[in-house]
């Protein structure tokens, strides 16, 4: 005699559990997040549409890189875009990544005169990317299934 229960289908239910866990929600949000925004700006840097990219590389950075700055922010662009895949596709990895990019980010603008209140800003945002790599410790290594 076979029991019905033994050959029953998994539910949603472990699934809809994880969605309803706060912790997880944060992981999302930050996931999706630190993917899209790297992208986006990362693609900025080709076409300046949002702002004038090459204003805030910090003149010794563009003394120490060949070119002009705004080739420089060719390359910035494609690192970022570059971060937010990994962050997308290996959150453990790519979450570290851009905190470090942020940190190169943070110490290029508090070289700036006027450009603290942007550096605050990336700092807030450095906070986050550790705290998504934190997440992904926990909701993206282990896969619940």
């Known amino acids: 005699m076979s029991s019905?229960?033994?050959?029953?289908?998994?539910?949603?239910?472990p699934r809809r559990a994880q969605l309803a866990d706060p912790g997880y929600q944060a992981f999302v949000i930050l996931r999706t997040a630190f993917t899209v925004a790297p992208i986006l700006f990362g693609l900025d840097k080709f076409t300046n549409l949002l702002v004038d990219w090459p204003a805030y590389?910090?003149?010794?950075?563009?003394?120490?890189v060949p070119g002009s700055a705004q080739a420089a922010m060719y390359a910035v662009g494609v690192i970022e875009v570059v971060a937010g895949i990994a962050v997308a596709f290996a959150p453990r990895f790519g979450a570290w990544l851009v905190a470090g990019w942020l940190a190169g980010i943070i110490v290029n603008l508090l070289t700036i005169p006027d450009y603290y209140d942007i550096a605050l800003r990336d700092f807030g945002?450095?906070?986050a990317a550790v705290a998504l790599a934190r997440l992904a410790e926990r909701y993206h290594g282990k896969r619940q299934r």
Do not use: K
């Open 57 to 64: 590389l910090a003149p010794w950075i563009n003394d120490l």
């Open 125 to 127: 945002l450095l906070l």
């Open 4 to 13: 019905a229960t033994a050959s029953t289908p998994p539910t949603a239910a």
